[in-house]
T-cell receptor, first 113, second 115 residues
Framework: GQQLNQSPQSMFIQEGEDVSMNCTSS?????WLWYKQDPGEGPVLLIA?????ELTSNGRLTAQFGITRKDSFLNISASIPSDVGIYFC?????????????FGQGTTLQVKP | NAGVMQNPRHLVRRRGQEARLRCSPM?????VYWYRQLPEEGLKFMVY????????ESGMPKERFSAEFPKEGPSILRIQQVVRGDSAAYFC?????????????FGEGSRLTVL
């Protein structure tokens, strides 16, 4: 089945630093999404991307849908302690019209004040 | 303004017992999805339901697992004769229609521990 490779697996950074994480796949996706999961909670949608090449921002977050449709990245600028959590990329395959998302393994972000 | 509601939040079962997890979608949403998250992993799709219909159950294990979304009441994910490997967080998500955008609203999850 389709898989997403997300990297890095974890990051430990200083408050104020910028962060970058990415997701790659051997197959194309129609939609890329980035979710954040706080401990003990469910994932919350951060950004959704629908077109190859699309660059979208949400506050300090910026994400891009790769032009090959096989990758996406998420940048967080000027990190703050509340950015701590697990960030997941997710893709919607072309064959899916049922919300059957494929999730990456997650990037655990820790921010040192 | 309730979001997706799941209960119980935590459930402990002994091997061989049954687990029932409930999910009430967001108001106005008629489509429900169940995902499973094993420790240190991402979410894996299990099943997609509309009221009284299972649309896609390709992610459901062939045995012991079943799901329903009755005309009235919450969606139920049922696991019979639980084993230790069933220990995981089970998340429900909902959408207003059969989403082609992938934008799902997740509940806080039900964490099953099998002793």
């Amino acid at each position: 089945g389709q898989q997403l490779n997300q990297s890095p697996q974890s990051m430990f950074i200083q408050e104020g630093e910028d962060v970058s994480m990415n997701c790659t796949s051997s197959s194309i996706f129609n939609t890329w999404l980035w979710y954040k999961q706080d401990p003990g909670e469910g994932p919350v949608l951060l950004i959704a991307l629908y077109k190859a090449g699309e660059l979208t921002s949400n506050g300090r977050l910026t994400a891009q849908f790769g032009i090959t449709r096989k990758d996406s990245f998420l940048n967080i600028s000027a990190s703050i302690p509340s950015d701590v959590g697990i960030y997941f990329c997710a893709g919607l395959p072309p064959s899916s019209n049922t919300g059957k998302l494929i999730f990456g393994q997650g990037t655990t972000l820790q921010v040192k004040p | 303004n309730a979001g997706v509601m799941q209960n119980p939040r935590h459930l402990v079962r002994r091997r061989g017992q049954e687990a029932r997890l409930r999910c009430s979608p967001m108001k106005g949403h008629s489509h429900v999805y169940w995902y499973r998250q094993l420790p240190e992993e991402g979410l894996k799709f299990m099943v997609y339901l509309q009221k009284e219909n299972i649309i896609d159950e390709s992610g459901m294990p062939k045995e012991r697992f079943s799901a329903e979304f009755p005309k009235e009441g919450p969606s139920i994910l049922r696991i019979q004769q639980v084993v230790r490997g069933d220990s995981a967080a089970y998340f429900c998500a909902s959408s207003p229609g059969g989403t082609t955008t992938g934008e799902l609203f997740f509940g806080e999850g039900s964490r099953l521990t099998v002793l």
